[in-house]
């Protein structure tokens, strides 16, 4: 997991998150407020740093292939239809997620990056000004209004959220 941490409106570190845990582990101490971000979802991240890290525990499923087992919840006629497909349930919901994948990936990837911005933004900027009209050019996807709205905020809060905003255009660029 990728994820940023911030002290105060400062970044102070990046990378994955036991590297970001130990760089910021000292930062307690100094009592200003830190926070860190995940840097796919734009959600704080819950860490305890006083703690040292422990693994993680192994779940059902096939870990070795990275297949991970999850109720789902579908009408019978669902079922009926899903377990009638070659390979069964499981063989047809594979296909049509790599499907959908195929076709609105794109669609996904903007979406997916406009709430990692947004969720970001709401905690560290959300009191900052122009905050509103540019939640409003990230959800219209003006990156040059977005830009122009985000421009007076503090250096490092601004170009993380430039970064999230955008981030499906990564590939692209």
Known sequence: MKCTAFLENRRVA?????????????????????????DVTGRVIDVDLRAKPVEEARG??????????REVTLLPRHWEWLNSQPGGASVALRKLVEEARRTRGDADRQRAAQEAAYRFMSAAGGNLPGFEEAARALFAYDRRRFGEMVAGWPEDVRDHAVKLAFADLEGAA
């Open 14 to 38: 990046a990378g994955s998150l036991d590297e970001v845990v130990e760089s910021v582990r000292g930062a307690l101490e100094s009592g200003a407020a830190l926070t860190i971000y995940d």
């Open 60 to 69: 059902v499923g096939r870990p070795k292939l990275g297949v991970v087992a």
